[in-house]
């Protein structure tokens, strides 16, 4: 389950920066 729980993280933070950086 941590696993699972990192990835989702890792794909959240990803989706984070996106909408921090300018397109």
């Known amino acids: ?11 959240l933070n990803l989706l984070r920066l996106k909408e921090q950086l300018p397109d």
């Open 1 to 11: 389950m941590i696993s699972i729980l990192k990835k989702s993280a890792k794909s």
